[in-house]
């Protein structure tokens, strides 16, 4: 069986989790695969020595090879069981699969920061409403796995006060507080980030309220990345999980259908209703929108298309001036080719806050909704962006898919830039070996 290594309430691992549940239901996942808790014991003693990080999700397949980040587990198991594929195939339907991958970036690295917010900012004291009871459980849950539930949550009180420095989180901001500040999050840019989860919920209201995945009637990569900020934070945490539901019912759907668990009534995987006929008896009938299928012809839906032109207004302008930023670094006496970058996505690298906080080398002026912050340059989007420009250049092989992903392109300020990506990651390729980045050359 595959392992997969995961917590509950962590972001990416519940990206990878449904992905694999799908592939599971589906029959096309070979062995199946066992959800193991990553306990602390096990994230010291085997996550951390197999990959170099602790970070979960985490997968060892049947024959022990060892994977580690969301979009690598996905990329192994879609090669080795290509049945239920979720990634559509870029020759064949270049707009949807450019669309699958930008919607991952988007809701990995961009959508993470307000998702990341909402649980820290309604944990912190005096926050009303305020859900710290439930994020010591689901933290604990994890922490003392099998201790009492008392014991549990004291272990996780305990260190959101000694590592996350919580009572203190405004005047001394450390852990996960200091990683908001440095992904740009601060009094004056929070609105703006708050915004931007709004405007994107609000697009795929109105989206699911046509369609039971982002392309049509199956589930592919992009309901997978997107289900990353909805599933533990947004739809999980208690009080981004109440407005949730009150306000956006229908993503709150998408979210139990995507993740396979607690969706009786959501048309998830392979599901049916039923009717009856003239003699009383029952008739199924598959329950998913758009026959159960991704649009025909390589389509994207209308409702699609505002949440793609919030990649391209939002976060397009900072990924390509974190390129620049980190290309002039790796240009620059400061480092040497070949050597090691930093690699997490939620705070500075251990052993780089000093190019990655305050004025840093790594950090760069952005802007959200018209508020201009600063935050670090992240150089694992890099890795994702060349992900990307590798889909995109199957996607444009053709003449054909060339046009296609032209015209798309051209609907969104900016869009033909992304034909340029080559361009752009020149001088900030990077090269990752099991968890830890480097830059290539030397
Ligand atoms: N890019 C990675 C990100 C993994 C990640 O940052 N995981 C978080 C939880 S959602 C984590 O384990 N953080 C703790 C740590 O880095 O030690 C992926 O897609 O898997």
Known sequence: MYRLFSWEHSLFSGKARAYLRFKERSGALGPGYE???????????????????????????????????????IDYCEAEHPEARVIPVPEEAPRQCLASFLIELLADEWMVVPAFWERWYFSEDGREPNHRGFNEQQWGAMLAAGASGDVRRAMASQLFESAF???????????????????????????????????????????????????GGAPSLADFGLLAPLYAHLYRDAVPGFALRTHFPLVCEWVERTNGEGCL??????????????????????????????????????????????????????????????????????????????????????????????????THDFEIGGIRGRRM??????????????????????????????????????????????????????????????????
């Open 265 to 362: 009534n959501s048309r998830s995987y392979g599901q049916k209703l039923y009717s009856l006929d003239e003699r009383g008896e029952l008739v199924g009938r598959l329950a998913a929108s758009d026959a159960g299928r991704w649009l025909p012809n390589d389509g994207l839906a209308d409702t699609l298309r505002p949440v793609l032109a919030v990649f391209f207004e939002e976060m397009w302008p900072v990924l390509s001036d974190a390129a620049r930023v980190l290309s002039d670094y790796i240009a620059s006496d400061a480092h040497a080719p070949g050597d090691e970058l930093p690699g997490k996505t939620f705070f500075a690298t251990p052993g780089f806050e000093a190019l990655q906080t305050g004025q840093g080398p790594l």
């Open 35 to 73: 959800d193991i808790l990553a306990t602390p014991e096990l994230a010291r003693g085997l996550l951390l020595k197999r990959s170099g990080s602790a970070a979960v999700p985490q997968l060892e397949a049947p024959d022990g090879t060892w994977i580690q980040d969301s979009s690598e587990i």
């Open 377 to 442: 340059v992240i150089p694992y989007q890099m890795w994702m962006l060349e992900r990307v420009g590798r889909a995109l250049s199957r996607c444009t092989a053709s003449e054909a898919g060339r046009s296609a992903v032209e015209s798309l392109l051209a609907g969104f300020p900016r869009g033909s830039e992304l034909q340029k990506l080559d361009g752009l990651l020149a001088g900030c390729r990077t090269r990752k070996k099991r968890a830890l980045l480097f830059s290539v050359g030397g």
């Open 165 to 215: 420095g919580i009572s203190e989180s405004r005047t001394n901001p450390r852990a996960v507080y200091a990683g908001l500040v440095q992904l740009g999050v601060d009094e004056n840019t929070e609105p703006a980030w708050q915004a931007s989860q709004h405007r994107i919920l609000q697009h795929l209201e109105a989206h699911f309220a046509k369609h039971d995945y982002l392309l």
